[in-house]
T-cell receptor, first 114, second 116 residues
């Protein structure tokens, strides 16, 4: 069965610092991988997705993630944090039974300090 | 283009009562998913519709939960009777039917259900 692990339920960075949110997955076949963000009182918004094309995926708001098969990882990064990046971030893997349903990690709350 | 909408945004009910949650997907999205996040846990899949047909309801907790999608448009999720452990945030998501597009799901803001 597929699973996703996000290391660190809370991450705090200073404004302008590097953002690194960790995600490791377990899958018996090449997966599709996603990062979603949830701002307060809003739904989940797709940040970026990996669908077996380029291993370095660029998303919205300056975020990117790199698929590393050897490490079974899909970490999310942003070179310089902005106050508006404060939110909860979810890593997810698609269930390869072809329904498209997502399996989520536990979520990581990003705090950005001024 | 309107996004996925959910109603109500919050619901507080007593144990044993009935609650119905509604989801309106993006127009033209044949795939509709329900997910739930219990406090402190990960978001978990409940079920999947393609148009009006249930494709996968493997995540439904028990037979107190009933989902419908009449006409292939909006969907409802009824909990009857509600139990304390049903508290959480219920998300709805929709996507297009095509092979690659079904993986790009658009989420609603969720319904926060509190059972007291």
């Amino acid at each position: 069965a597929q699973s996703v692990t996000q290391l660190g339920s809370h991450v705090s960075v200073s404004e302008g610092a590097l953002v690194l949110l960790r995600c490791n997955y377990s899958s018996s076949v090449p997966p599709y991988l996603f990062w979603y963000v949830q701002y307060p009182n809003q739904g989940l918004q797709l940040l970026l997705k990996y669908t077996s094309a380029a291993t370095l995926v660029k998303g919205i708001n300056g975020f990117e993630a790199e698929f590393k098969k050897s490490e079974t990882s899909f970490h999310l990064t942003k070179p310089s944090a902005h106050m508006s990046d404060a939110a909860e971030y979810f890593c997810a893997v698609s269930d390869m039974d072809n329904t498209g349903k997502l399996i989520f990690g536990q979520g990581t709350t990003l705090q950005v300090k001024p | 283009e309107a996004g996925v909408t959910q109603f109500p945004s919050h619901s507080v009910i007593e144990k044993g009562q009935t609650v119905t949650l509604r989801c309106d997907p993006i127009s033209g999205h044949d795939n509709l998913y329900w997910y739930r996040r219990v406090m402190g846990k990960e978001i978990k899949f409940l079920l999947h519709f393609v148009k009006e047909s249930k494709q996968d309801e493997s995540g439904m907790p028990n037979n107190r939960f009933l989902a419908e999608r009449t006409g292939g448009t909006y969907s409802t999720l009824k909990v009857q009777p509600a139990e304390l452990e049903d508290s959480g945030v219920y998300f709805c998501a929709s996507s297009l039917l095509l092979a690659g597009d079904k993986y790009e799901q658009y989420f609603g803001p969720g319904t926060r259900l509190t059972v007291t």
